[in-house]
């Protein structure tokens, strides 16, 4: 079987671009920016809304993805969802003598989601999105939390999650890689292990099942991934193997998110058309 693979190759420091824009989204989606920063009390703040400063390819997929989470939302959520309002970074600049997207301007670290009914996600403290201090599960921010990054998954094809080693306070998204999922055992590539976090994160959230969350892709995690599937009426799916099925489950995946549901609340292709 062909599993997709990316040669994820950032390019060195370079100059950086002068595009920038304010908002993302069409129609009544008007999503801003605001920047991150530690106020006196060490507590994380975000300035008020400011232009974003990135390479002019990645307004697009951010347009998408605004209006895209928030149809879903819309559809999907409670009152207090509605429209993203607003998204917390800390990127859109230079800054590293790495060799990183974020040099270029083509990637964004994403430290908060909020939307117009009053809905937030967290993931600058994405561990106590999913247990609190006491170690309690905390499903509907567990689950919101795994919406945002399936919404992310959509359109950028490198997402590191909290499970990659200093992104356990921010989303990291570049597009150094085509959209598609990376599940490859045995793998230990950012690419890949990020992929393996988000399934294992979906199937701790969604199913019955509890799994290691290791990004160390086994036969557990393959069986458990697999329930993940069945559940949501998508046994005969392969999301690895067709982009339009992986679509199809980060959508599903989305709709539960959102909804605060367990998987199997919808299913694929469970009402025939009339
Ligand atoms: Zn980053």
């Keep these: ?90 990127g859109g600049k230079a800054g590293s003598i790495r060799d990183t997207f974020h040099n270029v301007g083509k990637a964004l670290d994403i430290k908060w989601i909020e939307w117009a009914g009053g809905h937030r996600s967290n993931p600058t403290e994405a561990a106590l999105e999913v247990h609190d201090s006491n170690e309690n599960w905390q499903p509907t921010t567990h689950r919101r939390l795994v919406a945002v990054e399936a919404g992310l998954r959509k359109w950028f094809g490198y997402v590191l999650n909290r499970g990659i080693r200093d992104h356990d306070n921010h989303f990291h998204v570049d597009t150094g890689c085509d959209v598609a999922l990376r599940i490859r055992r045995g793998s230990r590539a950012r690419a890949s292990m990020s992929c393996h976090y988000f399934i294992q994160d979906c199937i701790n959230a969604f199913t019955a099942i509890r799994t290691s969350y290791d990004g160390i892709w086994g036969a557990s995690s393959e069986q ?51």
């Design 224 to 274: 458990a991934y697999q329930i993940l599937l069945s559940d949501l009426g998508m046994e005969c799916f392969d999301p690895v193997k067709y982009i339009n099925h992986y679509m199809l489950l980060l959508d599903y995946i989305m709709m539960h998110g959102l909804a605060d549901q367990p998987a199997g609340t919808f299913r694929w292709g469970d009402t025939a058309v009339t």
């Design 1 to 90: 079987m062909t599993i997709p693979t990316c040669s994820y190759n950032p390019p060195p420091p370079q100059k950086y671009p002068e595009y920038k824009f304010a908002s993302s989204g069409s129609g009544t989606v008007n999503v801003t920016y605001r920047a991150y920063y530690l106020d006196n009390q060490n507590s994380h703040s975000f300035h008020a809304p400011g232009d974003l400063n990135l390479d002019a390819s990645l307004e697009p997929l951010l347009n998408s993805f605004v209006n895209n989470i928030s149809y879903f939302s819309r559809m999907y959520g409670s009152s207090q969802y509605g429209n993203l309002s607003w998204i917390g970074h800390d």
